[in-house]
């Protein structure tokens, strides 16, 4: 057998790139290196405009110089990271000697020992991560997320009106409609959205204990924690004061418990579409030339959600255990985070994923109104909370002397299969006012839905 040229092992850099491979930009290697590179350079920047150390502020032309270099970041730089790592076996410290080559090349040698000074690989890693993670998050992750959102808020509005039998516990229950139950999950997903994007992305720049020990022994009348406060600041991120080596990550914990929140929703609308497709309640749209099974050709196959659940669940596991272990660091600094961390980027890839599946899902299903009318009709039985709802409030007003409405409908209804006729017999026997047994007279099932359709212009409070 001959050897396979080299393959991903991730189905997130192979089959599925085209989803997710837009993560990459920002939660892959070469991503973090950049936002080292761009945390390198404005460190620099910083330190030089306050003329620290007897440095002048950098001419406007090479401070855009420097900062074009970090935009620019590409594949010769990644080359050239991967040469000098080699021999440093230290990627921030093989960062650091890459922008010093720049500042070489840029005429800047006076400033090279400012280069990474007086930090530790953490300051620049806290501050990358929360650039990188702020950027996949906002700009790729988030507008899926509300794709799907806008999607489900078309079915909710398109589908207010139309009646369908609920099930609680799997058994028939109270009618809804097909939009308020799609709704129902909107309002569910936008709270979680409001979550995400009230999230704080943290950093600190403090040194090897978090003390700012190596920048006083260096400068003792400079400002260093507004120093720091004022470059965190100017990155669009919030300070932390208060650290050990490494930021305490725990705004990430918050972040990933967030979008697992919001994952587990969607996992929870997954499994019900498709539970209402084997039931014959949706129905799939075929898609031309696509293939459901390989040996019964009349299959359609609601693989779209099934996709969704999986990625969703693989999604979670990850999320779960970076929001678990991230908060936790022996003492003043262990290096568990490292590894940990660079797979923030797989966590939300397969979220990512899901989402996609569930957007075209979504845009491949279309609502059955014969099963659903057939089943609502064939269901008369779930009037009877409404039979002795009535009751209860005629014998309340004085209009009826019956006992227990409940025991009364349960032996009718429990256990048996009642149709129209039977229930307006009932109800015609029934001690009840003229008017309560003219409202219970015209109720079906298609019309006992309550407010389920106006409920549905709550989306959005």
Known sequence: MSPLPPQPVSPLDGRYRSVAGVLGEHLSEAGLNRARVHVEVEWLIALTDRGLFGTTALPPEKKDALRAFAADFGQAEIDELAKLEATTRH???????????????????????????????????????????????????????RDVIGRLREWALAERDRPMLSH???????????GKEFAVVVHRLERQLRRVERAEFLGKFSGATGTFSAHLAADADADWPNISREFVDSLGLTWNPLTTQIESHDWQAELFQAVAHA???????????WTYISMGYFTQVPQPGATGSSTMPHKINPIRFENAEANLELSNALLDSLAATLVTSRLQRDLTDSTTQRNVGVALGHSLLALDNLFRGLGEIAVSETKLAADLDGNWEVLAEAIQTVIRAEVAAGRSTIADPYALLKELTRGHRVGQTELVEFVDALEIGDAAKARLRELTPGTYVGLASSLVDHLGD
């Open 263 to 273: 994952n587990r929703i969607l996992h929870n609308l997954a499994t019900d579409v």
């Open 91 to 145: 990627d921030v410290k093989a960062v650091e000697y890459l922008v010093r080559s720049e500042l070489s090349r840029q005429g800047l040698d006076a400033i090279a020992e400012l280069t990474h000074f007086a930090a530790t690989s953490e300051d620049i890693n806290n501050l990358s991560y929360a650039l990188t993670i702020r950027a996949a998050v906002q700009e790729v992750w988030t507008p899926r997320f």
């Open 168 to 178: 609680t516990h799997g058994q028939p229950a109270t009618p809804t409609t097909v």
